[in-house]
């Protein structure tokens, strides 16, 4: 049995088939961060018979467990049990969030709206003190404690951890994750996820390390998306055309990214996992940046070079998407 976590998984798949790939003896292997998009490949390639994807996070109270082998899942609540019985077992439930402020939305009594299947919500945990699976300690700084409860979920009075997760239930009950809700961006009036964003890149350029991100661009509104591919092939994006044009056919054209960057090395968290912290701060500033950065030029149809000219057109409203 072996236990994986972040992007362990894709920094194995993404090595050079060996004959030695089946030459192990884990037939299990238990964690968090296997992305649906190569849960297969993962599986297959290395022989893998079971998988137990789970959701969890240090501090918060809500766990859940895909203990069927569901590809792409990462928890299962059995929606076909009455609902006492679910509360029972579990005591979290997806309520609906503004992905730009994070804030709840909330009926006009006050209290906050759960999520029907197949919505996406961000996931929260009902603190009970009594029990130490589902209490919520808190942080040294109350402030922060304080920041991290939502009141007046489900009933007035209750209490419950905001994780800052984005999940989706399906109608059988298996649970999928989203998205970060920081992560997550709003452009041409449609949320954007970017885990889904990042999925396609990796599939059309065959690599496992890219970045994406939401940038705030001066006098428009919303964020648009911005790519850092993370390579040291500078072939890597040779045909932007062609790689547009791969864009397209998979995403809609609000979650096309309007920039791309080419950067060597990204710094990472301690799960592995890519820190946009930098790169959001930097957005596409080319008083700041070395790398190349690339926008995309609507009238020409594919990318071009982001120069000071075209920056300071974007700063000043004269270079539009």
Not at 200 to 220: A, F, Q
Not at 265 to 276: D, I, L, R, Y
Request: net charge positive; proline share 3%; aromatic share 12%.
């Amino acid at each position: 049995v072996a236990v994986y976590i972040g992007e362990l998984t894709s920094y194995l798949l993404n090595q050079p088939e060996r004959f030695t790939d089946r030459s192990h003896k884990v037939r299990k292997m238990y964690g968090v961060g296997l992305r649906g998009a190569i849960w297969k490949k993962f599986v297959d390639r290395f022989q893998i018979s079971k998988v137990v994807e789970m959701y969890g996070s240090s501090e918060g109270n809500a766990s859940i467990f895909n203990f069927d082998n569901k590809e792409g899942a990462c928890g299962f609540v059995p929606v076909c049990s009455p609902k006492f019985i679910r509360k029972m077992f579990f005591r979290a439930t997806f309520i609906k969030v503004d992905v730009d402020t994070g804030e709840p939305i909330r009926h006009t009594d006050g209290l906050c709206i759960s999520c029907e299947p197949g919505e996406i919500g961000m996931i929260v945990g009902k603190i009970d003190k009594s029990n130490p699976l589902t209490r919520f300690d808190g942080y040294v700084d109350k402030n922060e404690t304080e920041k991290k409860i939502i009141r007046d979920v489900l009933e007035k009075g209750d209490a419950y951890y905001s994780s800052g997760d984005l999940l989706r239930m399906d109608h059988f009950g298996y649970i999928y994750f989203h998205d970060r809700l920081g992560d997550t961006f709003r452009w041409k009036g449609e949320n954007v996820s970017t885990s889904q964003v990042e999925d396609v890149v990796r599939n059309i350029l065959r690599i496992v390390d890219c970045v994406v991100y939401g940038v705030k661009i001066p006098n428009t509104d919303g964020r648009a998306g911005m790519l850092a591919v993370v390579t040291n092939d500078s072939s890597a994006l040779s045909n932007l055309e062609h790689f547009y044009k791969q864009l397209s056919k998979q995403l809609p054209k609000y979650a096309i990214p309007a920039f791309i960057r080419i950067v060597s090395n990204v710094e990472m968290t301690g799960t592995f996992k890519f820190s946009k912290v930098q790169l959001k701060n930097e957005a596409f500033d080319v008083n700041l940046i070395s790398d190349p950065i690339y926008v995309f030029d609507a009238k020409k149809q594919t990318y071009v070079t982001l120069d000071r000219k075209l920056f300071d057109e974007l700063m000043n409203g004269k270079f539009t998407f």
